[in-house]
DNA sequence: GTAGGGTTAG
């Protein structure tokens, strides 16, 4: 039986409800314990409301915490407590707990489980890349009757993108007529992703193309997702009319179609047409952001061109941007390409001033700059450094830096890092082995849907 | 309460 609800709590549950931005997480949780303090009783929905406030600003473990709160001040969690909960979990990767909060709590708490928390944790599978999850939790909706909506279908075609599978991704969207389910814009915007992803540029363009029939309008995010389909295609020129279809279906291009379009024309070797579409930003509304910026130089860098490349990453502060460690790793790269690798190095010993933390790439084209302007013994300075640095080198920078040695006879050296890299293997069979654990709990989740289903 | 688009190394 449900206590009388006074007024004041249902002012304060909307209160709760309107924390719905990534930053207001902290907002619904004073108003929840002030609530608490003026003597007003707190609900369902108010704990529920705090969940879902802390799955929006990323507090995956504040959400579980209201959870289990809920049950030591007798709440009952219902379905809406356990979708924001698993949900919470969806974003912060952890799709054990979110597959647990599904398949072991709810059914331990008499809690049904509805589409829309089946659909929380097929995120949960797609965000953490397991696809096999994510569609053994589809038909496991489909054996225990839980009728699927659209955005089950359009998480199940994330996951698949994700893991490269664009035919499956396209089965599931063929599927959908035939349960029922009427495709969004944001499932065509899945399927579309997830044929660019695969590197199908002609499928995903179909099925724009098939939107209008189907009556589903293409939104922003449509066309960022096909001009990025044609960028993994090579196809510049398509990349570029799609920009300019643009405002023609009254769709307002932003920073992510921009970026998308630079790329796809870096990735063609056509870096005056991306330094143009840089230009000519300001006569649109977009600002150039850090990600375009690093689109321009990774540009600069595929066309041979140091100096532009050099002279964006100078630009961007008086942008008001902040370099990262992208930025700073495609200048690096433009510096290899261009055979300047003492400019390489350069940037290199520059970035702990700029606060950015050379990662990985950053050492491993500064490496290969070394090793292409025969700087054997700087590529294996910066090895050593990199160890200092704590970042770990990977099959990339040992190949780099052993094309160095090897480059200028330096067998010795070769062979010495031949061994070093045994240490590394180590380090990779660890590695292995980690993923091999996270497989084998894959299976036993596996298991124990289908033991759900045999029920 | 649940779903979608962008940038870095060989």
Not at 174 to 182: A, C, I, N, Q, T
Not at 296 to 306: L, Q
Request: charged share 15%.
């Amino acid at each position: 039986m449900e206590k009388t609800v006074i007024p004041s709590t249902i002012s304060y549950n909307a209160a709760i409800s309107a924390c719905d931005t990534e930053l207001q997480w902290h907002l619904a949780l004073s108003l929840l314990s002030s609530m608490c303090g003026m003597g007003i009783s707190a609900n369902k929905i108010s704990y529920s409301a705090a969940i879902s406030a802390c799955s929006k600003g990323g507090q995956w473990q504040l959400a579980l915490s209201f959870l289990r709160s809920m049950t030591e001040v007798s709440l009952m969690p219902n379905e809406i407590s356990y979708s924001g909960a698993i949900s919470a979990c969806a974003k912060a990767v952890q799709w054990q707990l979110a597959l647990s909060l599904l398949l072991r709590t709810m059914p331990d708490m008499r809690v049904v489980q509805d589409e829309i928390t089946y659909n929380a944790a097929i995120s949960a599978c797609e965000k953490s890349g397991h696809l096999q999850l994510a569609l053994n939790l589809l038909s496991l909706m489909h054996e225990k009757r839980v009728v699927p909506n659209e955005m089950t279908y359009s998480a199940a075609i994330t996951a698949c993108g994700k893991a490269g599978q664009w035919q499956l991704a396209l089965n599931l969207l063929d599927l959908m007529p035939e349960v029922m389910v009427v495709p969004s814009e944001i499932t065509y915007n899945s399927a579309i992703s997830a044929c660019g992803k695969g590197g199908q540029w002609e499928l995903a363009l179909n099925l724009l193309s098939l939107m209008p029939e189907a009556r589903v309008v293409p939104d922003r995010m449509t066309f960022s997702a096909a001009i990025n389909a044609c960028e993994k295609g090579g196809k510049w020129q398509l990349a570029l009319n799609l920009l300019s279809l643009m405002p023609e279906a009254m769709v307002v291009p932003d920073e992510l179609a921009y970026s998308a379009a630079i790329s796809a024309c870096g990735k063609s070797s056509q870096w005056q047409l991306a330094m143009n579409l840089l230009s000519l930003m300001p006569e649109t509304r977009v600002v150039p952001d850090e990600i375009i910026y690093n689109a321009a130089i990774s540009a600069c860098e595929k066309g041979d061109k140091w100096e532009l490349a050099l002279n964006l990453l100078r630009l961007m502060p008086e942008a008001r941007l902040v370099p990262d460690e992208m930025a700073y790793s495609a200048a690096v790269s433009a510096c290899e390409k261009g055979g300047q690798w003492e400019l390489a190095l350069d940037l290199l010993i520059l970035m702990p001033e700029a606060s950015v933390v050379p990662n990985v790439i950053t050492f491993s084209a500064a490496i290969s700059a070394c090793g292409k302007g025969g700087q054997w013994q700087s590529a294996l300075t910066l090895l050593i450094l990199m160890h200092e640095a704590r970042v770990v080198p990977n099959e990339i920078t040992y190949t780099a830096v052993i094309s160095a040695c090897e480059k200028y006879g330096q067998w010795a050296v070769t062979v010495s890092l031949l061994g070093k890299q045994s240490v590394e293997a180590l380090h990779i069979l660890i590695e292995v082995r980690r993923q091999k654990l996270e497989r084998t709990l894959v299976l036993q989740t596996a298991g124990i849907m289908h033991q759900m289903s045999a029920d």
